[in-house]
């Protein structure tokens, strides 16, 4: 069973940076990773996306400029490098993978594989 594992999460004021990491239990079946986020009552929404081999990267408009999406040389681990966070981009930020996946989209209903999602506040 895949197993994918967040950290990162935390509490930041606005302006600030945070960096959330993933990692994969098997770098096949999580060939394309990417980071989601929901806030309370909200649905839950795609915030970028990478493809291991290639890494090909696509985000959502609202963190464009702000956030990036990266990965080590192994495509085990992806991370998430979040700066200029606003309070905005407070959620749950859920790591999620799948063989592949359209960087033209971010959807959950392409990503078949979850983490337990780490919370991201940003408050003063």
């Known amino acids: 069973e895949v197993q994918l594992v967040e950290s990162g999460g935390g509490l930041v004021q606005p302006g600030g940076s945070l960096r959330l990491s993933c990692v994969g239990s098997?770098?096949?079946?999580?060939?394309?990773m990417g980071w989601f986020r929901q806030a309370p009552g909200k649905e839950r929404e795609g915030v970028a996306v990478i493809k291991r081999v290639g890494g090909a990267t696509a985000y959502a408009d609202s963190v464009k400029g702000r956030f990036t999406i990266s990965q080590d040389n192994a495509g085990n681990t992806r991370y998430l490098q979040m700066n200029n966070l606003k309070p905005e981009d407070t959620a749950m930020y859920y790591c999620?993978?799948?063989?592949?996946?359209?960087?033209?989209?971010?959807?959950?209903?392409?990503?078949?594989?979850w983490g337990q999602g780490t919370q991201v506040t940003v408050s003063a």
């Open positions: 999620a993978a799948d063989r592949w996946c359209d960087l033209r989209r971010l959807v959950p209903t392409d990503f078949a594989y």
């Open positions: 098997d770098i096949f079946t999580t060939a394309c």
